[in-house]
């Protein structure tokens, strides 16, 4: 079994940053694109960053000088440093794991973690 864990979730003023993380254990894996997720309340999921094996970066529109995805692949891990935060950037934020173990797609997800922007 493989399993993502988000981290760093929490209450912030506007203006403010946080940190998350979101770590991946088990056994017969290796994390190639890593996905971060936004989900504000009552609207659909959408992509915020993506980091590749290769190095490449993807940001969404509305993140862009704001946000920094980074890994470190000898912790299974991938972060998002949010700064400048927006009472719009409130919601869930979910990682997503892509298996470059396999020639198949294969991804793994997290459960969440909750973060709320006060104006």
């Known amino acids: 079994q493989v399993q993502l864990v988000e981290s760093g979730g929490g209450l912030v003023q506007a203006g403010g940053s946080l940190r998350l993380s979101c770590a991946a254990s088990?056994?017969?894996?290796?994390?190639?694109?890593w996905e971060w997720y936004h989900q504000a309340p009552g609207k659909q999921r959408e992509l915020v960053g993506r980091?590749?094996?290769?190095?490449?970066?993807y940001y969404a529109d509305s993140v862009k000088g704001r946000f920094g995805i980074s890994r470190d692949n000898a912790k299974n891990t991938v972060y998002l440093q949010m700064n400048g935060l927006k009472p719009e950037d409130t919601g869930v934020y979910y990682c997503?794991?892509?298996?470059?173990?396999?020639?198949?797609?294969?991804?793994?997800w997290g459960k969440g973690t909750l973060v709320t922007v006060s104006s």
């Open positions: 088990g056994s017969n894996f290796r994390i190639g694109t």
């Open positions: 997503k794991g892509n298996d470059a173990l396999v020639y198949y797609d294969l991804d793994y």
């Open positions: 980091i590749t094996d290769t190095g490449s970066i």
